[in-house]
T-cell receptor
Framework: KQEVTQIPAALSVPEGENLVLNCSFT??????LQWFRQDPGKGLTSLLL?????REQTSGRLNASLDKSSGRSTLYIAASQPGDSATYLC???????????FGPGTSLSVIP | NAGVTQTPKFQVLKTGQSMTLQCAQD?????MSWYRQDPGMGLRLIHY???????DQGEVPNGYNVSRSTTEDFPLRLLSAAPSQTSVYFC????????????FGEGSRLTVL
């Protein structure tokens, strides 16, 4: 069974720090991995989509990498800001079926 | 840009009542899905559809029905609401089952008394 885990479950950092969120999946047969942000009481907003042929994607202060052989993806946030405070979820899309499996999320708090 | 639209945003039901959560997308996406999100349980897939006329079960399908008569719409029906169905429900769509980003609606918060 595909499992997606995220470490840490919660993170609190002072404003300005660079930080890394981790996502691990048990099966390397994935074709896409997507990172989302969820603010309290809101829906999920797509941040970055990494296709299996890619190693990383960048958008502004965000950089996501994918290493299928080790079953890991990381989301790097540069120069964190209080507005980055949210829950970050990763989702893995496996080759053999049409379902998307979500990790439990990392709750990030950036302290001014 | 409307994207994925869910209605209603909030609903309170009594046990045994039925209702339909509506989901519509205007991106001509073939793939649509319903999730529920509960504290400590994360996002769980209820049902999904890879195209008009085709639906399939996810992890937690019991108590829910879906249909996909058009590409745009994917309603989720609660047949006889139970307190265990109190949750936040999200509809999501992507271009096909294997391509494109997954886009989410803003959610429907359902309380069953």
């Amino acid at each position: 069974k595909q499992e997606v885990t995220q470490i840490p479950a919660a993170l609190s950092v002072p404003e300005g720090e660079n930080l890394v969120l981790n996502c691990s999946f048990t099966d390397s047969a994935i074709y896409n991995l997507q990172w989302f942000r969820q603010d309290p009481g809101k829906g999920l907003t797509s941040l970055l989509l990494i296709q299996s042929s890619q190693r990383e994607q960048t958008s502004g202060r965000l950089n996501a990498s994918l290493d299928k052989s080790s079953g890991r993806s990381t989301l790097y946030i540069a120069a964190s800001q209080p507005g980055d405070s949210a829950t970050y979820l990763c989702a893995a899309m496996k080759t053999s079926y049409d379902k998307v499996i979500f990790g439990p999320g990392t709750s990030l708090s950036v302290i001014p | 840009n409307a994207g994925v639209t869910q209605t209603p945003k909030f609903q309170v039901l009594k046990t045994g009542q039925s209702m339909t959560l509506q989901c519509a997308q205007d991106m001509n996406h073939e793939y649509m899905s319903w999730y529920r999100q509960d504290p400590g349980m994360g996002l769980r897939l209820i049902h999904y559809s890879v195209g008009a006329g085709i639906t399939d079960q996810g992890e937690v399908p019991n108590g829910y029905n879906v249909s996909r008569s058009t590409t745009e719409d994917f309603p989720l029906r609660l047949l006889s609401a139970a307190p265990s169905q109190t949750s936040v429900y999200f509809c999501a769509s992507r271009k096909t089952a294997r391509t494109g980003e997954l886009f989410f609606g803003e959610g429907s918060r359902l309380t069953v008394l």
